[in-house]
């Protein structure tokens, strides 16, 4: 084997070891992005100061991550050259890596209503709604992250589904609270504070539905987002955008 070959193959490997510790730092801010939201949402429900406390401190680790994950992404880009689907992974891991910023930024939100919550007498326990809402959320961001690292459109689509049912959740957990403050105005603060909250919920199952469109699009090399493929399909004329 020339010179020229071996580095090719130590560049080939190197490459892949690179794309694989990109995927594993993913799976890690993904894994800490559900964690926060999960000791958020029990710091909520057991008025526990401590839990949300923690939540707000532990945001900044996130914050690294996704610096971690742009400046490794961004490298792979400039160095390797990456085509087809190692392009499309390597774009989609920069763009993942700022939603699941995000999610951490509603963990937070939630963590500091759970904080005002404890400043307050009035209390509503709407618990078995924010706890479905909550555990579908964490389950959706998780698949739709496992779906993108494996290249698995048909988890993607799955995890897009799911949306509507914390949609859902989100509306009558409206319903419930709305009914509680015409019946009660002293519940009017505590009510609007589990309404954010139900709302971050809602945008983290959004967030979550962003990482499985992605994840389609690596697998199958067209977009979902925004209906695109249903618009192309009614259409039959402008085609959604396909990659190789």
């Known amino acids: ?50 839990k949300a406390e923690v939540v707000i401190s532990g945001d900044r680790e996130l914050d690294a991550l996704e610096i971690e994950i742009e400046q490794l992404a961004i490298s792979l880009l400039a160095l390797q050259q990456p085509m087809a689907r190692d392009l499309r992974f390597i774009i ?22 759970a904080l ?48 509507d049912q914390v949609d859902a959740l989100h509306d009558s957990l409206f319903r419930i609270l709305l009914t509680h403050m015409l019946e009660d105005p002293t519940t009017i603060s505590a009510a609007l504070e589990l309404f954010l909250v139900s709302r971050n919920l809602e945008r983290v199952a959004d967030l979550a539905t962003n990482v499985a469109e992605d994840a389609v699009y690596l697998a199958e090399g067209k977009s979902i987002k925004h209906h695109l493929e249903d618009r192309s399909l009614g259409a039959g004329t402008l085609g959604v955008t396909s990659v190789a």
């Not at 690179?18 to 992005?33: C, F, H, I, W, Y």
Request: hydrophobic share 40%.
């Open 1 to 50: 084997m020339n010179s020229a070959s071996v580095e090719n193959t130590t560049g080939f490997r190197h490459f892949h070891e690179q794309l694989d510790l990109l995927k594993q730092r993913l799976l890690d801010m993904s894994e800490r992005a559900e964690a926060l939201v999960d000791v958020a949402v029990d710091a909520l429900l057991r008025r526990d100061t401590g």
């Open 92 to 113: 989609g891991a920069i763009k993942i890596s700022n939603d699941l910023e995000r999610v951490g930024d509603h963990a937070v939100n939630i963590a500091q209503s």
């Open 116 to 163: 005002r919550l404890n400043d307050m007498r009035s209390i509503i326990t709407p618990d078995p709604e924010i706890e479905d809402m909550a555990r579908r959320a964490r389950a959706m961001l998780s698949d739709a992250l496992d779906a993108f690292v494996r290249a698995d459109g048909v988890l993607g689509r799955e995890v897009c589904k799911r949306d």
